[in-house]
């Protein structure tokens, strides 16, 4: 016999080998002990959850003469034939290629005649969805008077496109996502057969990748197989699924926790040169993240724990909970935008370094350091103000809810005017007063600079500015890509200020590298030291509708400005309206 692939010799042959679908299997074996199985069942849900597998089932449990209980012999002629689909009154038809009004009409033909080696005939559509509006309404006619002697089984993965006429008439049956536990039982039961060596880890791995799917398990499993002959280990699993393997994602982990920059980076490029794909490594650690968080809430019992990821314990313990969870929603964010960028692999990049844990503070700094914070009162720089704009944002709610609100002109580092400025704590603040205090500390920043602002410094800077992208592009071609996205929307004598819609090129272009690269083009295209500043746009729209600072900037002038940026000054053309 020529070989069969683990999902067609694994198929499901009795209610009981049917796993994770627990409501399906009991409903139908009642109808089945009880003498009502209905006339019509539609079946739907995800791919390879085992719709067409329950619908073989039931066509072999009705006609079997000698079933046992509400299970098919498997043994009977009956059984056989159904099983090996050569029985002609049991039919099974796919209606993606045989979706047309023409064959529906051969099928209620074929319907009125009885079966004629067994009791019931049953046919089976698969993917019912794709036939035709014309074909429904040639289906329903037969649904709704249909010969005692026949039944009939929808299965379709798109429940929603079949008219509600057809549903009506229809007992549903909704098959879920199997879950992963139930998946890797499963797999245990064939490597056993099989005697396959296995680890745990690369069986949830495979589970994970099938998304749900036991028959894309199966394929994950025997692919595994067939690739390491017979040893199912987690390193292997990953290269068959495409991830990566969960002792590297760790390394990266450590090395982002213990500020390692460079084997972050070495780590990422060995996973491009095996040709692994951004979004994909950004769900793999995503999932990393959920992990290590889950057990680090469960390092008190684990019994909980499965026995592979005991070994995040040594990492989790080290990951403060507060970071995993940024980490998550960050890298979350990034994982919906990545479809969006031109260049993943920056924008993941870009991503890790964020998710670097910044230096710890000093949690009670010298007095005198906090009399000189309160005492000055001296204008903000530029470069500070452009930290401030950065880090106000940046800044975790719960390092915020516990610091005195800071006076608008400060000395020092902005960072510290912004989170630090009184270093008085109060316990009786709101909730969210330091989200709101952080947010007004942005807005006195913008209003600074905006009373030094520079008119003329900004239509020059706007007049030269596919002159400063080119000059950028020159030194650092990433640069060049963060910066496309900027538009100047004020300057001050030595000062301009960046506009980003995308935070993550806001964020990339404030790094100290990526800044000075910036600022030296501008220094020579400008012929004047300028130092940049970078905040969202939508920061800089609350600022122009809500301050008084900035009512003098028209929307119409920021729309001139942003076409001669992205178009070049001597192509835009800029009429008064009549």
């Not at 089976?124 to 036939?131: S, T």
């Not at 990566?244 to 500020?259: C, E, G, I, P």
């Not at 684990?302 to 403060?320: I, N, R, S, T, W």
């Not at 004047?528 to 970078?534: E, F, G, S, V, W």
Request: glycine share 6%; aromatic share 6%; hydrophobic share 40%.
């Amino acid at each position: 016999m020529s070989y069969q692939a683990l999902y067609r010799s694994w198929r499901p042959q009795t209610f009981a080998d049917l796993v994770g679908q627990p409501h399906v299997k009991r409903t139908l074996m009642h109808a089945i002990l009880r003498g009502q199985v209905a006339h019509a069942y539609l079946f739907s849900g995800p791919r390879g959850t085992g719709k067409t597998s329950t619908a073989k089932i039931l066509a072999r449990a009705v006609n079997c003469p000698h079933r046992q209980g509400a299970e098919p012999c498997n043994e009977c002629a009956s059984c056989r034939s159904i099983a090996a689909g050569t029985n002609v009154d049991v039919e099974e038809i796919d209606a993606a290629s045989n979706r047309g009004v023409d064959e529906i009409r051969q099928l209620r033909e074929k319907v009125q005649y009885a079966p004629t080696g067994i009791d019931r005939k049953v046919y089976i559509i698969d993917e019912v969805h794709m036939l035709t509006p014309e074909a429904f309404n040639a289906l329903l006619k037969t649904l709704e008077e249909p010969p005692s002697h026949t039944l009939f089984v929808l299965a379709t993965t798109e429940p929603h496109k079949i008219p509600g006429t057809i549903l009506s008439r229809c007992q549903r049956f909704d098959f879920r996502r199997i879950g992963e536990e139930v998946i890797v039982e499963r797999l245990k039961e064939i490597c056993l057969a099989k005697e396959w060596q296995w680890e745990d880890e690369a069986l949830l791995k495979i589970a994970a990748a099938a998304d749900g799917g036991m028959r894309d398990a199966l394929g994950l499993l025997e692919q595994t197989a067939a690739f390491s002959e017979g040893t199912i280990s987690a390193e292997n699993a990953a290269h068959v699924v495409g991830g990566v393997q969960s002792s590297a994602l760790l390394q990266l982990v450590r090395a982002l926790l213990d500020r390692q920059l460079l084997p972050a980076m070495n780590l990422l490029m060995d996973w491009y040169a095996a040709g692994k794909d951004s979004s994909r490594i950004v769900s793999e650690l995503l999932q990393l993240m959920r992990d290590l968080f889950i057990v680090k809430l469960s390092a008190h019992d684990l019994g909980k724990v499965p026995a592979f990821q005991q070994g995040y314990l040594e990492v989790a313990k080290d990951c403060p909970a507060d970071w995993l969870m940024e980490s998550m929603r960050q890298l979350g964010e990034v994982y919906t935008n990545l479809r969006y960028v031109d260049q993943p692999r920056l924008a993941l990049e870009a991503a890790l370094f964020r998710l670097v844990p910044s230096e710890a503070r000093p949690e009670n700094p010298p007095a005198e350091a906090v009399n000189r914070r309160h005492s000055n009162k001296a204008q903000v720089s530029p470069r500070d103000a452009g930290d401030a704009l950065v880090s106000t944002e940046a800044e975790p709610q719960g390092q915020l809810e516990n610091v005195q609100p800071a006076e608008p002109q400060v000395s020092g580092p902005a960072q510290s005017a912004f989170d630090d400025a009184d270093a008085r704590t109060t316990a009786n603040l709101p909730k969210r007063t330091g989200t709101r205090n952080s947010a007004k500390r942005k807005m006195e920043v913008l209003k600074q600079l905006h009373e030094r602002a520079r008119p003329d410094v900004l239509q020059a800077a706007l007049d030269r500015w596919n002159d400063v992208l080119d000059d950028v592009r020159g030194q650092r071609i990433q640069t060049h890509a963060w910066l496309m996205n900027g538009t100047a929307v004020l300057a001050t004598e030595n000062a301009l200020v960046l506009s980003f819609s995308s935070r993550i090129h806001r964020d990339a272009v404030m790094k100290p590298d990526e800044r000075a690269a910036i600022e030296e083009s501008l220094n020579r295209v400008l012929g004047r030291p300028m130092q940049i500043m970078a905040l969202l746009h939508s920061d800089w729209e609350t600022y122009n509708q809500g301050s008084p600072g900035g009512e003098s900037v028209k929307p119409e002038t920021d729309l001139a400005q942003r076409a001669m940026a992205l178009f070049g000054r001597e192509i835009v053309e800029i009429r008064d309206g009549e």
